[in-house]
């Protein structure tokens, strides 16, 4: 069974940094796809990042482009997603994604 968790997310100050990790397990990691989706108060949920199996594609929505990396250590079976320069607008629910499976979520709260 496909499971992921997720952990990292906290209060930060814009500008601030955080890094979030997703730990999945039950299935053959490296030859997923990962993606971070976020949902806001309000909101939809939203499309992040995603990264191919090997690691060799990335793509970032454009509300987080240059200042988000997604990133893997498939010996780890875990993702990450780094987060640099942060808004008060990406105040959401951090969820990760493989397929149909998905983590519970990390909430990640920029303010000051």
């Known amino acids: 069974q496909l499971q992921l968790v997720e952990s990292g997310g906290g209060l930060v100050q814009p500008g601030g940094s955080l890094r979030l990790s997703c730990a999945a397990s039950?299935?053959?990691?490296?030859?997923?796809?990962m993606r971070w989706y976020r949902q806001a108060p309000g909101k939809e949920r939203e499309w992040v990042a995603e990264?191919?199996?090997?690691?060799?594609?990335?793509n970032y929505a454009d509300s987080v482009k240059g200042r988000f990396t997604i990133s893997r250590d498939n010996a780890k079976n875990t993702v990450y997603l780094q987060m640099n320069s942060l808004k008060p607008e990406d105040t959401a629910v951090y969820y990760c994604?493989?397929?149909?499976?998905w983590g519970q979520g990390t909430q990640v709260t920029v303010s000051s």
């Open positions: 990264m191919t199996t090997a690691g060799g594609s990335t």
């Open positions: 994604n493989s397929r149909t499976s």
């Open positions: 039950g299935f053959t990691f490296s030859t997923y796809g």
